[in-house]
């Protein structure tokens, strides 16, 4: 499973990008959950009612034009009490993308999220791409860039849910900031990973909190 998802975040990224955010170790058995990509119609609500039904909150890193198509969606996020955070306007690669345009995408992103409610100041870079003077910026206008220590790999075509499920089990430690996708490509594995996975750390004393 090494050369497959889901995986833990490499030792060296954090040592080249040590202030970025990838957990938060503590003695309480926490674990934060996090969803990227929405908000999408039927995936984005289905995910809320798991985690109503648990009781758990969570934070939500959205997409801006995802916001603008679904904005009634987004309102559930927010009214169900989880946290947002900003993921570009279009899912642009850091690695890609001008510097200019990556922080103009951001910026654009922040002023949908302001239309609904304050914005967190969260931010996570898609496929976890970003490079040193987009990190300097972003941090300079107050943004935490939060990353992950725990992939759930509900995204790969390569994946068994059932091993993904069993990987996630093995592995997560109390801090885990731990990635979902609340999208139509990561839906079918989701359904089957997401609650079993909820259930499972609860059975083992581990609690939910939002970043």
């Not at 934060?32 to 969570?58: C, H, I, M, N």
């Not at 068994?160 to 079918?188: C, M, N, T």
Request: aromatic fraction near 14%.
């Amino acid at each position: 499973m090494s050369h497959l998802y889901p995986s833990k975040i490499p030792f060296w990224v954090k040592w080249i990008f040590p202030r970025l955010i990838y957990n938060y170790p503590d003695d309480n058995k926490t674990v934060y959950l996090s969803f990227d990509d929405g908000p999408t119609p039927e995936v984005t609500p289905w995910v809320l009612d798991v985690l109503k039904r648990e009781q758990v909150k969570a934070v939500f890193f959205c997409v801006g034009h995802q916001i603008e198509k679904h904005p009634d969606i987004f309102k559930q996020i927010i009214a169900a009490g989880h946290r947002i955070g900003n993921h570009t306007y279009q899912h642009e690669n850091g690695w890609q993308t001008s510097t200019v345009k990556y922080v103009e995408s951001l910026k654009q992103t922040e002023q949908i999220i302001n239309q609904y409610t304050t914005s967190s100041k969260y931010f996570r870079p898609p496929y976890g791409r970003i490079t040193p003077k987009q990190i300097k910026l972003l941090q300079q206008a107050d943004y935490k860039i939060i990353m992950w220590s725990l992939l759930s790999g509900d995204f790969s075509s390569k994946l068994d849910p059932v091993q993904a499920l069993a990987y996630l089990k093995r592995h997560s430690r109390p801090g885990d900031i731990v990635v979902f996708h609340d999208s139509r490509k990561a839906f079918e594995k989701t359904k089957t990973i997401l609650p079993e996975y909820i259930a499972d750390l609860k059975n083992r004393g581990f609690i939910f909190q939002s970043l």
